[in-house]
């Protein structure tokens, strides 16, 4: 139904691990080319490895204009341009505001929403020239809708990449790049398996759906935002989150 997606060039920033990986994984098997970054070379390479078709990875940092720059131009030598950027790389260290040091704020901003700038300002010159130009933000439901303790700094980061997406689809219209988000809810990924059992299974009670969400199931909203048919669709959000954001109190989840 959808037009393929196959042989378009793909970059997927924090591709090594978890919802990355996930998104790297759909974007592959959909027979696109996929270059996955992170900082740890090994485990971004370790992860494209594990993919079938076209995957490579490169040790890059998005709080570095420089290695965005680095990332583009690979990308655009190994698969011939640039069609579409995953913005995914993000941090969520947990500190109560009152406890929070400026250091831990720039950490979190640095990554998750000045990385996201500089990942597409690195990769726009190439992705003016493609007919299918698309950015897909990984923001999250924490900060634009819902709120969670120890978690200021990275809200404010997913909120502040909703503001910066509406402009930059305003300002990209002109060369038919559109800019959109998904909103992941709460999504099994390696660091939260770890948690253990009892966590999940809290976690899954408070979700209408009764289950976390995989991370494949961000993969195929990002899919769908980076097919021909999405491309009158920019500037907006979809959430994938089980329906977590649903419920208006306690006695309402207890209803369903
Ligand atoms: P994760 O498993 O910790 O993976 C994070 C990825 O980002 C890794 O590949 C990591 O690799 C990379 N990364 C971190 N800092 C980087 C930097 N400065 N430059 C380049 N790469 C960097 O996290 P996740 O749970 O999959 O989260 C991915 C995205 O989804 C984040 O934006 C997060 O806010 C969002 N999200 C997650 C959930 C969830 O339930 N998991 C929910 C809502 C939103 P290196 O450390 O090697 O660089």
Redesign the pocket.
Known sequence: MFTSIAGRSVIV????????KGIARVFSRAGAKVLI????RA??ERAAKEMEGEVSAIK????DLASMQELAKTASERHGGIDVLCS?????PSAKLEDMSAAQWDEVLD??LK?TFLAIKACLPYMKKSDQGRVVL?S???GPITGFPGWTHYGAS?AGQLGFMRTAAMELSKYRITVNAVL????V????VGLGEDYLATMAASIPLKKLGDVEDIGYAALFLATKEAGYITGQTIVVDGGQTLPESLEAMQAV
Do not use: H
Not at 37 to 40: F, P, T
Not at 88 to 92: L, P, R
Not at 189 to 192: F, R, W
């Open positions: 920033t924090g591709g090594s691990k978890g919802i990355g970054a992170a900082r740890n485990e971004a890059a940092d998005v709080t995914n790389a993000g941090v969520f990554t998750n990385g990984t999250s439901i924490t997913k992941p809810g709460n999504i990924t390696e660091g939260l």
